[in-house]
Nanobody, 124 residues
Framework: QVQVVESGGGSVQSGGSLRLSCTAS????????MGWFRQSPGKEREGIAA???????SYAESVKGRFTISLENAKNTLYLQMNSLKAEDSAMYYC??????????????????WGQGTQVTVSS
């Protein structure tokens, strides 16, 4: 069983920045894709960024150029740096420990291990 824990959410004004962190135990970093998803009330959970074991990244169009996913192997920690935040970025953000790299990275149905979520609220 993999335990996934996120942190770093909060409230920020439009244009601001936040950094989310995620640790998985036991870690899955070297073998699997890991990703960040988000879900707003009444909407489906959507994949926004993923990174594979080799460091390749992929982003949803809605966050490309503003968000950066990274993996710090020494700390066994996955990050999501979010800059130029907009009101529409407000959502619960989830770390996924086992996404499927390739065309299916953003498919929430393929994820077995989720964190509990961390809320991000952006005020305009």
């Amino acid at each position: 069983q993999v335990q996934v824990v996120e942190s770093g959410g909060g409230s920020v004004q439009s244009g601001g920045s936040l950094r989310l962190s995620c640790t998985a135990s036991p870690n899955t970093y070297s073998s699997y894709c890991m990703g960040w998803f988000r879900q707003s009330p009444g909407k489906e959970r959507e994949g926004i960024a993923a990174i594979d074991g080799g460091g390749a990244t992929s982003y949803a169009e809605s966050v490309k150029g503003r968000f950066t996913i990274s993996l710090e192997n020494a700390k066994n920690t996955l990050y999501l740096q979010m800059n130029s935040l907009k009101a529409e970025d407000s959502a619960m953000y989830y770390c996924a420990a086992d996404c499927v790299w390739g065309d299916s990275w953003s498919d929430a149905q393929t994820i077995n291990y989720w964190g509990q979520g961390t809320q991000v609220t952006v005020s305009s």
